[in-house]
């Protein structure tokens, strides 16, 4: 059976942290499928097969090491293989001679990159102009899909912490706000999976317009309480990610998500370069995975959709009914071989999410990094995505966090609210450029919409003008095109009405849930304080660096301060990154 090799020729990474020897339990059967003791480790791109049962493979007496044939592997004599020590990743050839290149920057988290606008920095961000004003009397109605990615968040802070000012197409503001976690409560049953807050405060930037919030907070499930778990790590370990924030971050990442699985779960790792292969297969032992992690070191070109196709291939083997079955795919996104085009890639993950099996990406690196990409194929995969910078942040990520990442609670979840003419003139919606939908698409089940994870929250802030407020559109030449002066004939006391669909996990007909908006919370409005002032001074934060035309002349120094003083290491970071905004002279 046909072997495929890749063959290391890159310097080791450095290591953000020591590291340590795994030393697997010793059986008659591996499932880590890195090669011992060689300058090279070999995988197969061949159909994966499910794990055999103890002591089924076939022993080769003439074989000095483990080598991958197919998925299975074929072994020298126990006793020659119970006398390997570790699993410890094999002495790299050396370096190749030193290239000369463009000037780089320190980042703070270890890697080297050059600034971004530069030609050697590649790095590809899909940004969307800001959402313009709506007139309620010509466009009454409001329809976004949820987003729970809070990937631009954490990729802003990587910017401003390296001494640089992210670009505006890197920044979305709503996965800044939904960074957070906010005083939403707890759905009171699991009949309805999430709650629904709502609330109105006068606007900090603007007095004569009024901020309308929409919380959703979905119910927590713990470890025990969830299904089991059929996990695929998929892991980009080309020659891009030879670098101190990348795979050497990656395993430390896996690693802290490996130390949260249950007995019952089992986790396969598949990995790409110059093609794609197993290099664990599936296992419930923690031991194992930390040893096929640390077999994992860099180089050649990289085959992404290979990996891709792999790892779902892989998941579906090893498919659980009833459980969670998700990819986590951990890359900076520059692939470069075979399948590489973001839509291209796109129909294929689109391709495979009605089989069950969701995807996660997780983003490394900077200077080739392709955000464009790992956020759309985290969409269109029902899954969400994260940008790992730092270990505290793959702690919260696959940790603190892990519920929500894996966990899902509802499906194709989609917003809706009409504004009631009679107390709204005009309003915009704050972010969610790129989650729009149609009017009519909110009833049609067939349109694809945002998943919510256990205890993930979702919040969207409308800015609106009161019916008598001035607003920002300018007055109409034709009285036909004048907005009508009517009183309501329904719904007289309401500011606006508030629908949610989605379906539950298992799939069927969506639900309906819907509810008004007193319109006595506009009138009884007062500036933002506590919760509702940070979650503000979030939204402005983005739309700061977007370069907002509606923020006016507020400055990092208001947001600052309406921050205040927060509680919480990420709340205070919060307001360190708002001062570095501001002292870099960033837009104000």
């Known amino acids: 059976m046909g072997l495929s090799a890749l063959l290391l020729t890159s310097a080791a990474p450095v290591p953000l942290v020591a590291q340590r020897t795994v030393v697997p339990p010793r059986d008659d059967y591996s499932p880590v499928r890195c090669r011992v003791g060689q300058p090279e480790y070999n995988y197969a791109p061949m159909p994966v097969v499910p794990q055999p049962r103890r002591g089924s493979t076939k022993v080769d007496k003439s074989a000095d090491s483990i080598v991958v044939t197919g998925s299975l592997a074929k072994r020298g004599e126990r006793r020659r293989a119970e006398a390997i020590p570790s699993y410890a990743p094999p002495s790299p050839p ?59 968040y954490a990729n802003v802070r990587r910017f401003l912490s390296d001494g640089g000012t992210p670009p505006p197409d890197a920044v979305r503001t709503e996965e800044m706000i939904n960074y957070f976690r906010y005083d939403y409560p707890r759905p009171s049953d699991r009949t309805q999976p999430f709650s629904v807050t709502t609330d109105v405060a006068k606007t900090p930037w603007n007095p004569a317009t009024r901020l309308l919030r929409i919380g959703l907070r979905g119910y927590d499930v713990s470890t025990n309480d969830r299904p089991r778990a059929n996990l ?40 790409y370069a110059g093609n794609a292969g197993i290099v664990l297969e599936p296992t419930s032992d923690k031991r194992y995975v930390k040893a096929a992690l640390d077999c994992l070191q860099a180089g050649g070109s990289t085959a992404g959709g290979a990996g891709i196709k792999l790892a779902y291939d892989t998941a579906r083997a090893n498919f659980v009914r009833g459980g969670i079955n998700r990819i986590f795919l951990a890359t900076d996104g520059d692939f470069n071989v075979g399948i590489s085009d973001n839509k291209t890639l ?15 990406t997780l983003g490394f690196g900077q200077g080739n990094y392709n955000e464009a990409m790992m956020e759309k194929i985290a969409d269109v995969g029902n899954g969400n995505y994260a940008y790992i910078d730092s270990e505290r942040e793959a702690e919260k990520v696959l940790d603190d966090e892990l519920s929500a990442t894996m966990v899902t609670i509802a499906r194709d979840v989609k917003v809706q609210v009409e504004f009631n003419p009679a107390a709204v003139k005009e309003y915009r919606l704050i972010g969610y450029e790129n989650r729009a939908l149609a009017e009519e698409d909110f009833n ?62 298992e799939g069927g007909a969506s639900r309906l849930i819907s509810r008004p908006i007193p319109a006595s919370l506009m009138v009884s409005a007062a500036y933002p304080s506590g919760d509702m002032a940070f979650v503000t001074a979030v939204a402005a934060f983005g739309q700061k660096l977007r370069g907002d035309k509606y923020l006016g002349s507020y400055r990092y120094a208001d947001i600052q301060r309406l921050a205040g003083s927060p509680n919480g290491y990420w709340r205070q970071e919060f307001v360190r990154l708002t001062g570095m905004a501001g002292g870099r002279g960033a837009a104000d």
Do not use: C
């Open 444 to 505: 049609n089940d067939a349109v694809d919409a945002g998943d919510m994870g256990a205890g993930h929250q979702v919040t969207a802030l409308y800015e609106i003008v009161p019916a008598n407020g001035a607003g920002w559109l300018p007055d109409r030449r034709y009285p036909a095109n004048a907005r009508p002066n009517r009183p309501a004939s329904v719904g007289a006391n309401e500011l606006a009405f508030v629908k949610l669909r989605y379906k539950l996990p």
């Open 346 to 360: 796109e129909e294929m993950v689109k391709a495979q999410r009605d089989d069950g099996i969701t995807l996660t």
């Open 94 to 152: 050396a370096p190749p001679p030193p290239v000369m290149a463009a000037p780089m920057s320190t980042a703070a988290n270890g890697g080297y990159a050059p600034p971004y606008g530069s030609k050697q920095n590649t790095e590809r961000y899909d940004g969307k102009a800001v959402a313009s004003i709506q007139s309620v009397a010509a466009a009454p109605v409001s329809t976004f899909s949820v987003d729970v990615d809070t990937g631009s």
């Open 232 to 271: 695929v790590f998929l892991v980009d370990v080309s020659g891009s990610m030879n670098e101190a924030d990348k795979l050497p971050l990656v395993k430390s990442a896996l690693t802290t998500l490996a130390n949260r699985l249950r007995p019952d779960d089992r986790v396969s790792i598949v990995v």
